[in-house]
Every structure is written in structure tokens, then in C-alpha cells.
């Protein structure tokens, strides 16, 4: 059983900067890929980026690939999202997510642990 707990979102202008982070419960951190995803209002949750358990390979979704960077750190069980360039469009529920393989996937029914969500609002 793994527990994730998001922070740092909050309200930033376009154009600006801003990084979430997400702790986890896990005593092998390593061995779990870890992934975001989001959620802006009235629409369904989309997948962000994900690194796989060691950092070493990172994907990301076409809408963020360029402006967003994901990191972890392992003996922190942490793993950080850092947002830049930022668009109204990013405006969501930021969403934490450890998938029980070292391997990162973009489906969100892939992956078994869910944090509770950091609201980033992106004001322009």
C-alpha cells in the first residue's frame, strides 16, 4: 500500500513558473513509476508526464512536452513536476500517481495509487 500526498500548487500568472510535488509512502520508492496527470474542470482527467522507477526514462503529453519537467527523487520518495511557461490551459487538479512497475505508462487504469490532487490555477 502506497500513499501519495501532492503540495504546491497554487495561482500563478501566464507565462510563469511553478512546481508540485508529490511524497510518497513507499519503502521502495524505486521500484514503482511514478506519473501526473490532471484534471481541469468539466472535463476528464488527462495524462502529464511519468518517470519510470529509476529516473532515468521520462515521457510526456504533447501539450506540456517542452514547458514541463518531471523528477524524482528517491531517497525523498518524492517526485516533482516543475511547470513553466505556464497557460490558462494548464489550469487543472494535479493529480500524483505510482504505478506498480518500474516501467511508466500514460493510462491512467495502469497505475495503483493515487494521491488526493494540488490545484494549479493559471490566471491570465
Known amino acids: 500500500q502506497v500513499q501519495l500526498v501532492e503540495s504546491g500548487g497554487g495561482l500563478v500568472q501566464a507565462g510563469g513558473s511553478l512546481k508540485v510535488s508529490c511524497v510518497a509512502s513507499a519503502r521502495t520508492f524505486s521500484g514503482y513509476a511514478m506519473g501526473w496527470f490532471r484534471q481541469a474542470p468539466g472535463k476528464e482527467r488527462t495524462f502529464v508526464a511519468f518517470v519510470s522507477g529509476s529516473g532515468r526514462i521520462k515521457y510526456y503529453s504533447d501539450s506540456v512536452k517542452g514547458r514541463f519537467t518531471i523528477s524524482r527523487d528517491i531517497p525523498k520518495t518524492t517526485v516533482y513536476l516543475l511547470m513553466n511557461s505556464l497557460k490558462p490551459e494548464d489550469t487543472a487538479v494535479y493529480y500524483c500517481?505510482?504505478?506498480?512497475?518500474?516501467?511508466?505508462?500514460?493510462?491512467?487504469?495502469?497505475?495503483?495509487?493515487w494521491g488526493q490532487g494540488t490545484q494549479v490555477t493559471v490566471s491570465s
Open positions: 500517481a505510482a504505478r506498480a512497475s518500474i516501467l511508466g505508462s500514460s493510462y491512467e487504469n495502469e497505475y495503483d495509487y
